[in-house]
């Protein structure tokens, strides 16, 4: 399946229906008086999150919404019936925003969560509604509301429990590839991975969604590259692994670069609890290791861990030192949700 981030689509309400001038026809009812029904009220267009989704390639090749218009009113008092709302389901993590693509309408972050971005007209009364003392016969009705037209932009953010960042061939594919049933491209070249990859891991007794997003190298807050387009996946998570490639000519290098980016990124990400996995540990000398991680302490990395994706060395102390920091996080975003609610 194709993977898309970013889409605009265009959503139309339905129109409300029209209201009816009828009179009583009835046997034995000498003046049957007005009898015309409202108008029914047109459908509503209604974004709903859905867990079954993780991309928004299926907007590309639709890009209009249209609910239908309520039914007219008839004789006999009848109202026309209400259109139903036009459901859009999109992935859990879609945030909605408007035709400037700059102010937020909505996040939905939960499955289940839904929102009303187009309400239906309302339906038209009829001649039955018109009726008075003074005007008994009325031959006036009004047409349906019509319903409301925008263009909206949806920008899709991956949800997950931890972020791999890294420079390009870090050995970020290699690592969830092999904690994971997550099968993304692995090969001896830059940016092997084009789009951001989601992985589910299992550890103890805790389980953790990863997302490997494309490799940064230095410019990309200003488009190098892939540039930083797929650093919102990884916005939500509760912390960051950064992988660094312990074979690399200069690991401190390295580890800036990714930083810098981070930062000049913004959104919060670097101020995110991170873990420096120092990897390839299977092609380093141990009289090397621990040299390549003072040069790392010396730029700022506090938790250093080293592993090797490729055999399997390191890593299951690098998943529970992960699944600690979002349990941390867990319990923090809790506590902060109890607080909210306290009267």
């Not at 239906?120 to 037209?149: H, W």
């Not at 992988?243 to 995110?272: C, F, N, P, S």
């Not at 996995?277 to 040069?295: C, H």
């Amino acid at each position: 399946m194709k993977f898309l981030d970013e889409a605009k689509i265009f959503l139309r309400s339905g129109a409300g229906g029209n209201g009816c001038v009828a009179f009583r026809r009835e046997k034995y009812i000498e003046f049957g008086g007005p009898a015309g029904g409202n108008g029914g009220r047109g459908g509503d267009v209604v974004f709903e999150a859905v867990e079954n989704l993780n991309t928004l390639i299926d907007f590309r090749y639709r890009q209009h919404f249209k609910a239908k218009r309520g039914e007219d009113g008839s004789g006999r008092d009848r109202t026309g019936a209400s259109a139903p709302p036009l459901v859009v389901n999109v992935p859990v993590g879609t945030t909605l925003l408007a035709d400037d693509k700059e102010t937020v309408i909505a996040d939905l972050t939960k499955a289940g969560q839904t929102i009303t971005l187009a309400e239906g007209g309302k339906g038209g009364r009829g001649n039955a509604a018109f009726k008075s003392s003074t005007n008994q016969a009325p031959r006036q009705s009004e047409s349906g509301k019509p319903g409301e037209e925008r263009w909206v932009w949806l920008r899709l953010k991956l949800i997950a429990d931890i972020g791999l960042v890294g420079l390009p061939n870090a050995g970020k594919s290699t690592f969830l590839a092999a904690v994971s049933r997550a099968r993304p491209k692995i090969a001896d070249y830059p940016f092997t991975t084009l789009t951001p990859q989601l992985g589910v891991v299992g550890i103890d007794d805790s389980e953790l969604v990863i997302a490997d997003i494309p490799g940064l190298i230095e410019g990309a807050h200003e488009g190098v590259g892939l540039g930083d387009r797929f650093l919102g996946h990884i916005e939500r998570c509760g912390a960051l692994l950064h992988l660094v490639d312990g074979t690399g000519d200069d690991v401190a290098e390295a580890y800036r670069t990714v930083r810098a980016e981070l930062a000049a990124y913004g959104q919060g990400l670097e101020d995110k609890t991170e873990i420096v996995g120092l990897n390839k540990s299977d092609a380093i000398p141990d009289t090397d290791i621990d040299e390549l991680k003072e040069l790392l302490r010396a730029e700022g990395a506090e938790q250093i861990l080293v592993l090797s994706g490729v055999t399997g060395d390191g890593v299951p102390a690098v998943l529970r030192a992960a699944a600690e920091m979002v349990e941390a996080a867990r319990d923090a975003d809790k506590a902060e949700e109890v607080e909210a609610w306290q009267p």
